[in-house]
């Protein structure tokens, strides 16, 4: 008995974490693939909703780093968890603030789950096979040097 | 020897497995959440202790085309709801090209939600899942001119237990359809019927009933321009018991509707609901009604979703039986410094009532009146109407504020003795203040004041709320926190005046979190999705562990 937990603890921890590929619409009604956008660069997925105060002062910082590294093929989509009583704000809320990387829904939660993710704010990042290298949970000023170091690492381990 | 050659066919097989599995492609994902709490709840005869154990894991293991999930629970007791051992969650799902197919626990929304709309929400003890099967199809046909295809097909059981009463449970076997088409870009239509028969506890007895629900919506989307509307309509059949001796089919209604706008630097939302599920007099509401809306049915609730503390005090139980109103929120960005965002809503009941007996019973009679499909703001129609306005400014790099005022009303109308209608009234101005120091230290000041009226209070019906928030913090893993907050209400129902908590919380790795708190805590509504539920007032010791093993 405990040699098959062993073998199933070791099969588990010796897995490489990711979740399967997924199609969800982004707020132009554009059916938007995950493994599609896996092919231009590492994938940063930031799970938010329009009622989640920290979400959007980390949308703020991500913006920012999108817009320095998006030539290097570095891709940013905030994945919605907003469900249908706050859904409809999502694209005013975007468009109002100029933003310009991918925003898609994910009204039922089911790709936020897929990843194991609770509370928002929560995020990974993807290389370019789909493995997690990085997983967040929540966010706290400052913490934007880190996802800039960690996204500046994921874009030079893809160019080698 | 035995042993040395044991340990060597486990290594083997070891390796043999995990070799097998590399080249199938598994993946997985794990997360847990443990929470432990113990102290005092404070409600009117005194205080009593709490306590709460709640173990949590979430396990899915992605295998080819294949997804097994499962959940562990333990709790010895939960804080909120009904509490469960062992596995609580199993489910196995296949997704090939259009098609999605899942047996096992899920939960599922159809359009807005007027038809279905099943969730969890753990800090108010809510869940309505499914234990049943799903089949999704979704494609897109057409290279050229693209047209849309999506259509969902479930059937399964739901054991709803309610969040005021744990030990009322409502069983469903439900059935449902969902179909809907995009023929062009511009535009999609879709249609979903759901049949659902239910056993419903009232005191002792079981009612049971069959209900079914129609729905169609129409969606349009134009550039910067999306619109959106939904209609639905319920019938409930009664078989009938000892409590309901007659056979009954009443139907119920429901529409929502929402515009949105969101040009450069502005956007705007308006949204309406006309929900009538359960259009009776006021003595035959309640949450034990077999006509009442049923708990899988969650349509949007049309008011603003606050996240501080104040704010979110005086919130609205939304009746999805009896309810029409609108909620329009504008954000606006002039430059980059500067945000906007301003909210207004007001929501009511769709009819007056008065008693027509002139005895001592009471019967109530409607006042039908000809523009039912907009709320009032009439204290005889319990209106609830809020307006708030914030605007944040960066006022350099290290350096934000953020100012705002919110108004609020909230009438719960008593036909019989309208002096003794609850009406509050509260005016908040929410401040905060953030500055970040050396690149990685944070310091955040939140302030809250609040001006309340409340029609019950006996004596002084005007008091002042303050709220007082610190929070330091150091990327990457620490923030510690107090929170502060003061009443002069004399009638505060757990009869103290100040509350005082202290919170730190430490992260492991970037998604591995530990959060201690010790204090008190004022309690109050808790809300999701326009449902509430009372939480007392607690004083005691928390501890939340978070982990995700990505």
């Known amino acids: 008995m405990n040699k098959i937990t062993l073998v199933i603890f070791v099969i588990l921890f010796s897995l490489k974490s990711a979740a399967q590929d997924?199609?969800?619409?982004?707020?132009?009604?554009?059916?938007?693939?995950?493994?599609?956008?896996?092919?231009?660069?590492?994938?940063?997925?930031?799970?938010?909703?329009?009622?989640?105060?920290?979400?959007?002062?980390?949308?703020?910082?991500?913006?920012?780093?999108?817009?320095?590294?998006?030539?290097?093929?570095?891709?940013?989509?905030?994945?919605?968890?907003?469900?249908?009583?706050?859904?409809?704000?999502?694209?005013?809320?975007?468009?109002?603030?100029?933003?310009?990387?991918?925003?898609?829904?994910?009204?039922?939660?089911?790709?936020?789950?897929?990843?194991?993710?609770?509370?928002p704010p929560f995020s990974v990042l993807l290389d370019t096979k789909g493995n997690v290298i990085k997983s967040y949970s929540g966010y706290i000023q400052g913490d934007d040097v880190k996802l800039e170091n960690d996204i500046l690492n994921a874009i030079q381990m893809n160019r080698q | 020897m035995t042993s040395i050659s044991n340990t060597y066919l486990t290594v083997v097989l070891l390796l043999c497995t995990v070799n097998l599995f590399s080249q199938i492609n598994v993946k997985v994902s794990a997360s847990n959440q443990f929470r432990f709490g113990t102290g005092k709840e404070n409600i009117l005869s005194g205080d009593i202790s709490k306590k709460y154990f709640e173990e949590l894991g979430d396990l899915r293991l992605f295998i080819n085309d294949f997804q097994l999930g499962a959940r562990f629970e333990?709790?010895?007791?939960?804080?909120?709801?009904?509490?469960?051992?062992?596995?609580?969650?199993?489910?196995?799902?296949?997704?090939?090209?259009?098609?999605?197919?899942?047996?096992?626990?899920?939960?599922?929304?159809?359009?807005?939600?007027?038809?279905?709309n099943s969730f969890e929400s753990r800090p108010i003890g809510f869940n309505t899942e499914f234990d049943g099967a799903r089949i999704n199809y979704r494609h897109t046909f057409g290279k050229k001119n693209k047209v849309r295809v999506n259509a969902t097909v479930l059937g399964g059981g739901m054991d709803y237990t309610d969040i005021n009463d744990t030990s009322r449970t409502e069983n469903y076997s439900i059935r449902a359809a969902n179909f809907g088409i995009s023929p062009v870009s511009l535009f999609n239509i879709g249609f979903s019927y759901l049949f659902a028969n239910g056993k419903i506890p009232t005191g002792n007895i079981l009612t049971e009933i069959d209900a079914e629900i129609y729905e169609a919506n129409f969606g349009f989307n134009w550039k910067s321009l999306d619109m959106f509307i939904s209609y639905a309509n319920k019938v409930t059949i009664l078989h009938p018991n000892q409590v309901y001796t007659k056979s009954e089919a009443p139907r119920g209604d429901g529409a929502y509707a929402s515009v949105s706008f969101a040009g450069s630097k502005f956007g705007v939302n308006v949204e309406y609901k006309n929900y009538r599920f359960n259009l009776v007099t006021p003595d035959k509401r309640g949450a034990t009604s077999p006509f009442k809306p049923l708990p899988f049915q969650n349509a949007p609730s049309c008011i603003k979703v606050y996240s501080t503390t104040l704010l979110s005090r005086f919130p609205h139980n939304v009746d999805f039986g009896d309810e029409v109103g609108f909620q329009t929120d504008v954000f606006y960005s002039p430059y980059d410094r500067l945000t906007v965002n301003l909210n207004a809503s007001l929501s009511s009941r769709h009819y007056d009532y008065y008693d027509s007996d002139t005895t001592?019973?009471?019967?109530?009679?409607?006042?039908?009146?000809?523009?039912?499909?907009?709320?009032?703001?009439?204290?005889?129609?319990?209106?609830?109407?809020?307006?708030?306005?914030?605007?944040?400014?960066?006022?350099?790099?290290?350096?934000?504020?953020?100012?705002?005022?919110?108004?609020?009303?909230?009438?719960?109308?008593?036909?019989?003795?309208?002096?003794?209608?609850d009406i509050i009234r509260a005016v908040t101005i929410p401040a905060e203040f953030q500055y970040q120091f050396g690149r990685i230290y944070g310091i955040k000041l939140t302030t809250?004041?609040?001006?309340?009226?409340?029609?019950?209070?006996?004596?002084?019906?005007?008091?002042?709320?303050?709220?007082?928030?610190?929070?330091?913090?150091?990327?990457?893993?620490?923030?510690?926190?107090?929170?502060?907050?003061f009443t002069d209400d004399e009638e505060d129902p757990s009869?103290?005046?100040?509350?005082?908590?202290?919170?730190?919380?430490?992260?492991?790795?970037?998604?591995?979190?530990?959060?201690?708190?010790?204090?008190?805590?004022?309690?109050?509504l808790k809300c999701s999705s326009g449902i509430c539920r009372y939480v007392n007032p607690f004083n005691g010791f928390r501890l939340t562990l978070v982990n995700n093993f990505n």
Not at chain 1, 49 to 54: I, S
Not at chain 1, 78 to 101: C, H, L, M, N, W
Request: with cysteine; charged share 25%; proline share 3%.
């Open chain 2, 495 to 524: 009869g103290k005046k100040f509350w005082a908590n202290g919170e730190l919380t430490y992260k492991f790795s970037s998604s591995n979190i530990i959060t201690l708190s010790y204090g008190s805590e004022r309690g109050g």
């Open chain 2, 360 to 421: 001592v019973l009471t019967r109530y009679q409607r006042i039908d009146r000809k523009y039912s499909f907009l709320p009032s703001v009439k204290n005889e129609f319990s209106p609830y109407w809020e307006f708030f306005v914030e605007a944040e400014y960066q006022l350099n790099k290290n350096m934000k504020a953020k100012l705002g005022f919110a108004r609020k009303t909230s009438v719960l109308y008593s036909i019989v003795d309208p002096s003794s209608s």
């Open chain 2, 448 to 485: 809250e004041f609040q001006r309340a009226f409340n029609s019950l209070r006996s004596d002084e019906k005007h008091y002042n709320s303050q709220y007082t928030s610190l929070v330091l913090s150091r990327s990457p893993d620490v923030i510690v926190a107090g929170n502060f907050e």
């Open chain 2, 74 to 116: 333990y709790d010895d007791p939960i804080e909120f709801g009904k509490g469960k051992k062992g596995m609580s969650r199993r489910f196995i799902e296949f997704r090939k090209e259009a098609f999605l197919t899942r047996a096992g626990n899920f939960y599922e929304i159809f359009a807005k939600g007027l038809t279905l």
């Open chain 1, 22 to 119: 997924f199609t969800l619409d982004d707020i132009n009604g554009n059916q938007v693939r995950l493994s599609e956008l896996l092919k231009k660069g590492p994938v940063f997925l930031q799970f938010w909703a329009t009622w989640c105060v920290p979400c959007k002062e980390e949308m703020k910082v991500l913006n920012q780093i999108y817009n320095k590294y998006r030539d290097s093929g570095f891709v940013y989509v905030a994945v919605s968890i907003d469900d249908q009583k706050t859904v409809s704000k999502v694209k005013p809320f975007i468009e109002s603030r100029g933003y310009e990387f991918i925003t898609v829904y994910d009204t039922d939660k089911s790709v936020f789950s897929s990843y194991g993710g609770q509370d």
